[in-house]
């Protein structure tokens, strides 16, 4: 119910004009009330990449994330990380390669199993 209500109060922040430092301080509270709260921390990682310019934290941000079993199922969490880490400047990615890939590497992409093709739609096709 608290985790409800603050981010009730987060989502009335015009994200354009407060800090990235406030966005990723009101997210680690978040994280504290309800550490599953996957839209939370989607909104968060967007605004630092779109208003603020700032992978790295970012990244940290979807870190903590995925260390929730919930919002590992999450696969734009991992479409927001690989737009971060584009961002990233040659010497940001020699620097902190090793940080990242091994938190945002290790769980699989769940955007790539692609599902068999259902039997019902392979009649119509052979039709």
Known sequence: MASDFYWFQFLQKD????????????????????????????????????YHKKPLEALDLI???????????????????????NMLTIQEKSKHFFKYERVLAAPKLLALEIPPIPNYLLRKLEA
């Open 63 to 85: 870190a903590n994330a995925l260390t929730s079993e919930v919002n590992r199922t999450d696969w734009r969490l991992y479409g927001y990380s690989l737009i971060a880490k």
């Open 15 to 50: 994200f354009a004009r407060c800090g990235a430092n406030e966005i990723v301080n009101g997210m680690m509270l978040m994280k504290k009330l309800d550490p599953h709260f996957t839209s939370a921390f989607r909104l968060a990682a967007m605004s630092l990449l779109t």
